[in-house]
């Protein structure tokens, strides 16, 4: 019966018991602490039942300890039942409290029976047994079949309490409750065992089975719903949820779906052998647009026995915390409340919220193409809105015929519709946005062709996000409304146009021929839809400033004295403030007023140079310049395109970007150009009209021959007038009305005062300073600012005093200003201005044309000298590109220090070798470059000669730095009567570099 086995589990069950209690005890509820008590009875149970049937033991002892077992198992149940009663909420019956009441006053009364028991013998009796007569056994009474009677009974009561309260609640969560009976009937069935088939050798397990039911009982308790239960409740719910879900595993096979996934999955698929990829080849996924290896959200068009439904598919790939993929899940909303009920597609700003946590969902490349109905608010007014609705439902059909399952599409605004869709090209985009016009424009809806207008954003690298590529499409469909004549957005730019076309005759003319021309160049310099459009709308407003010049300045027919000349040149200032002040054309506004800025830093108003000039002002500067050449202006007669075309080419690399001048000369050449400027300009200018003397800037096509910057003698205009009460001008003089634009009647129609004369900036400055003065003085001097009429600003020396005038027999302030603006002094100030802000210029834009690590040119740079050099006509152009052999294993075996240094070292060597007739660049990584000019008399030998002499240089250079490290050279060579591009050089020079690398490198090859 005793055996060392049972007497250590039954002390370990004891133990957990005890620290079990403690852990209850520690949660501060009523049940906890019921619970508790429990534990701590059945870990006495356990002790004194191996006390009672140790081998040896005392008649005493055995009476003893048999004593204390049973009224700790009395104890056990009776906590037990009065847990039962909280935990399933019955302490409150009435009924049930009157039973537990009566329980406990017969569990007392049987306790002390069973205390009492060692002396009286009322309970159970003992005799020996065995060989020897060493192992005592009891003889039940009838108060010890009481006392089983009574266990039986709280049981009972416990099972009838956890039924009850099974029955009341619903079917999720009736297992906690029923597993607690099934381990009372396991503890029963187990007792009665021992009672009535145990031998005297077994011992009695059911004692260890009221430890292990309160385990369990504090399992269900308390981790039960944090874990079973929830998790019994979540299967539930997936199961009858709306949203359909389906599950795949780590293997790509089919692990769950619920039951809302019917029309998604059919029912004999829904096995171990249906996989991930028929799946997504049965739902017919875009994965050209979708990337499913990451997470997506994504529009999905279904079909049914209602017909089309749309849905949004939100896919997860699940990861471990070691991120190893444990599944792929797919959740299927219905995108009703998410899509327009007119054309099915998704709202934007749905699908913007949904991109938010998926923002590398999108495979490149894909271009996004957004359409725009014109003259629909016409539509809508004349036809009826419902006629509106047909037409955005023919596009919206128009654009799923053409990009079928494979696109995504959103409705963005009234009639603005965008498509995402997976295309390979730029041009590819453009061409299916053609196809689109084409087919809605074929569409009879019974009230005229229908026409739309479209932009397109092609994203090629994920450089550009998906929601910045979509913004980008949908402002240039906005400029793009605004060019159209048709569309009620373009009233702002024809008031614009018309009131230009009033100061300037020439304007509209002019406009359609910069607007043709610089399409055709920014296309050949491969702008995107956006910077094309935007060209277009800087190619019609460039000149809106000039509303603001006088018109017997901007139409006087001879040339510009320097005054008028500044006057003349604020155009491009006020031109900003225009476009700056309209939320449509804030875009341009920058570009508006630097399109006279010169590419060597000589133009206006900022002086940048190069690079820093925008992109799209240097195209137009090329293209408006060449028109303003070849067609009349009033201060001096066209001249030919074959002059246009020298002087551009002369101009190159001082006035004009020459990578652009480039391009243009080689536009120019095409037929359909030269068709065009026959077209707009109403004539063939040949090479056989007048001579043309060109000029050393644009500047000189304006302005007559400047007094000396050097000379000191000056004549200074000054003007006189005077003041009455509160600064009021009530006398002026002829000058005053050229120096500030005011005239007699403008005086005398406006009041004007002196304070009208100031900008609003400086009259606080300037009444302070004048009361300051005149409270010590009867005389002012001083400088200040003048507000001329027209807005414009200049500095004066201002003389005042005050006089008595006889004939008004009242007191009047007497003023003489002076314009300074031409003082010898305010020159040399502004010139001291000017230098430094050049010089500080020069700097920012020299820092971004150099290789911050190897101080040579970069890329750009090297193109824009290149092309310049290709544009002359008394030299040769040898390009050369190198490239250090086995870099990587280089830098993988010396680190990435040592390989800058040598990196710094080929770039040293590079440029010593090439100077002074060539520039050295660094392309990128360890690619290097150099453009070398030569003499037209250059031989072909001397060629061969001098690439071979600069490759032994450089290596010799890097021989000296590291023995292991050698380069590669390949080289090509435009001769002048070769009108070769920079790109062509590159491609040339790369293909010999190619050869050599692919021979083992350290050597050279020329084309």
Request: hydrophobic fraction near 45%; aromatic fraction near 10%.
């Amino acid at each position: 019966m005793f055996s060392w086995p049972y007497v250590v589990i039954s002390l370990v069950f004891a133990l957990a018991n005890i620290v079990f209690a403690f852990v209850s005890l520690r949660r501060h509820d009523p049940k906890a602490q019921l619970l508790a008590a429990a534990m701590i009875s059945a870990a006495i149970t356990n002790v004194s039942y191996l006390v009672s049937i140790a081998p040896s033991a005392s008649l005493f002892l055995v009476s003893f300890s048999s004593s204390v077992y049973f009224a700790s198992i009395d104890f056990c149940l009776l906590f037990f039942f009065a847990y039962t009663l909280r935990f399933t909420e019955l302490h409150s019956s009435s009924v049930f409290r009157v039973v537990l009441v009566c329980c406990a006053a017969y569990g007392c009364f049987d306790v002390l029976a069973l205390m009492s028991n060692p002396v009286t013998g009322v309970v159970l009796s003992y005799e020996q047994v065995g060989l020897g007569g060493g192992v005592w056994q009891y003889v039940p009474g009838l108060l010890f079949l009481m006392h089983l009677a009574f266990c039986y009974i709280v049981i009972g009561l416990v099972a009838v309490a956890l039924f009850l309260k099974a029955a009341s609640v619903p079917s999720v969560y009736r297992l906690r409750y029923l597993s607690l009976l099934m381990v009372l009937f396991v503890i029963v069935a187990l007792n009665a065992v021992f009672l009535y088939f145990a031998t005297d050798s077994m011992p009695d397990v059911s004692v260890l089975l009221y430890s292990v039911m309160c385990f369990l009982v504090y399992q269900m308790a308390y981790g039960f719903r944090d874990s079973n239960m929830v998790r019994e409740a979540q299967s539930m719910i997936l199961r009858n949820m709306e949203t359909a879900l389906v599950l795949f595993d780590y293997e790509d096979r089919f692990a769950y779906c619920n039951e809302s996934t019917g029309g998604i999955i059919p029912e004999r698929k829904r096995n171990r052998d249906y996989t991930f990829s028929e799946f997504v080849a049965d739902c017919s996924f875009n994965t050209a647009l979708v990337n499913l290896q990451e997470n997506a959200s994504f529009q999905w068009k279904t079909k049914d026995a209602n017909g089309a439904r749309f849905r949004r598919c939100d896919y997860q790939v699940l990861k471990d915390e070691k991120d190893r993929v444990i599944g792929k899940l797919f959740v299927f909303f219905d995108s009703s409340l998410e899509n327009d009920l007119l054309t099915g597609f998704q709202y934007q700003s749905s699908f913007e919220r949904a991109l938010e946590s998926t923002p590398t969902a999108i495979v490149y490349p894909f271009a996004v193409i957004a359409c725009d109905i014109d003259r629909l608010a016409q539509i809508n007014s004349l036809y009826g809105r419902d006629k509106g609705d047909l037409a955005i439902q023919a596009l919206a059909n128009v654009l799923r015929d053409l990009f079928g399952k494979r696109a995504y599409y959103l409705r963005s605004s009234e009639a603005t519709l965008v498509v995402i869709a997976p295309l390979s090209s730029i041009k590819e985009a453009r061409h299916a946005l053609e196809e689109v016009r084409d087919a809605f424009s074929e569409v009879d809806l019974g009230f005229g062709q229908l026409s739309m207008e479209g932009s397109v954003v092609f994203a090629a690298q994920d450089d550009v996000s998906l929601s910045d590529a979509i913004a980008l499409a949908l402002d240039t469909l906005g400029e793009k409304k605004l060019l159209d004549p048709q569309s009620s957005h373009s009233s702002l730019l024809d008031s614009f146009a018309q009131t230009l076309m009033e100061s300037d005759l020439e304007t509209d003319s002019h406009v359609r021929r910069t607007q043709l021309l610089g399409r055709r160049l920014g296309e050949r310099l491969g702008l995107s839809e956006s910077e094309l459009t935007s060209l277009d709308l800087l190619c019609l407003l460039h000149d809106i400033g000039k509303v603001g010049i006088p018109m017997e300045i901007l139409n006087k027919p001879g040339r510009l004295t320097d005054s008028e000349w500044q006057v003349m040149k604020s155009h491009v200032e006020k031109g900003y403030r225009i476009a700056n002040a309209s939320p449509e054309l804030q875009k341009i506004a920058p570009l508006i007023l630097h399109h006279h800025e010169f590419w060597n830093g000589m133009g206006y108003p900022d002086g940048l140079s190069r690079e820093s000039i925008p992109l799209l002002a240097r195209i137009l500067s090329v293209v408006d310049t060449f028109d303003a050449m070849t067609n009349d202006r009033p201060y001096r007669p066209a001249i030919s395109v074959a002059e246009a075309k020298e002087e551009l080419a002369r101009c190159a690399n001082v006035q004009f970007d020459p990578i652009i001048v480039g391009e243009f000369l080689a536009l120019l050449e095409e037929p359909e150009s030269r068709q065009v400027i026959q077209e707009l300009s109403g004539a063939d200018r040949g090479a056989d009209d007048a001579p043309f003397v060109a000029p050393k800037s644009l500047e000189s096509l304006f302005t007559d021959n400047a007094p000396s910057a050097e000379s000191c003698l000056r004549i200074a205009e000054y003007s006189s007038y005077s003041l009455g009460d509160n600064m009021r001008i009530v006398e002026i003089d002829d000058a005053f009305t050229r120096m500030t634009g005011y005239t007699a009647q403008d005086v005398q129609d406006y009041g004007l005062t002196q304070l009208d004369l100031l900008p609003p900036e400086d009259r606080d400055d300037y009444l302070s300073l004048i009361s300051s003065i005149c409270a010590v003085d009867n005389e002012a001097y001083l400088e200040h600012r003048i507000r001329r009429k027209n807005g414009s600003t200049c500095f004066v020396f201002c003389y005042g005093r005050d006089v008595y005038d006889a004939v008004s027999h009242a007191k009047r302030t007497r003023i003489v200003i002076s314009d300074c603006m031409e003082s010898r002094s305010m020159q040399i100030i502004a010139r001291r201005e000017r230098i430094s802000a050049r010089r500080s210029i020069s700097m920012w834009e020299d820092s971004a044309r150099r290789d911050p690590l190897t101080g040579l040119f970069n890329r750009e740079a090297l193109r824009s000298e290149t092309e310049a050099a290709l544009l002359k006509d008394d030299g040769n152009v040898l390009f050369l590109i190198l490239d250090v052999d086995f870099f990587k294993t280089y830098n993988d075996t010396y680190g990435h220090p040592q390989g800058d240094e040598l990196l710094k070292v080929l770039a040293s060597g590079l440029s010593e070798t090439v100077f002074p007739s060539g520039i050295a660049a660094r392309m990128g990584g360890d690619e290097f470059a150099a453009s070398v000019y030569m003499p037209k008399s250059t031989s072909l030998e001397h060629v061969h000669s001098a690439v071979k002499n600069t490759w032994e240089r450089v290596s010799s250079v890097l021989r000296d730095y590291d023995q292991s490290a050698s380069v590669s050279l390949g080289a090509s060579y435009s001769p002048s009567e070769d009108r070769s591009s920079f790109a062509r050089l590159y491609r040339e020079a790369d293909k010999m570099l190619y050869e050599v690398k692919k021979g083992g490198g350290n050597n050279f090859r020329c084309f």
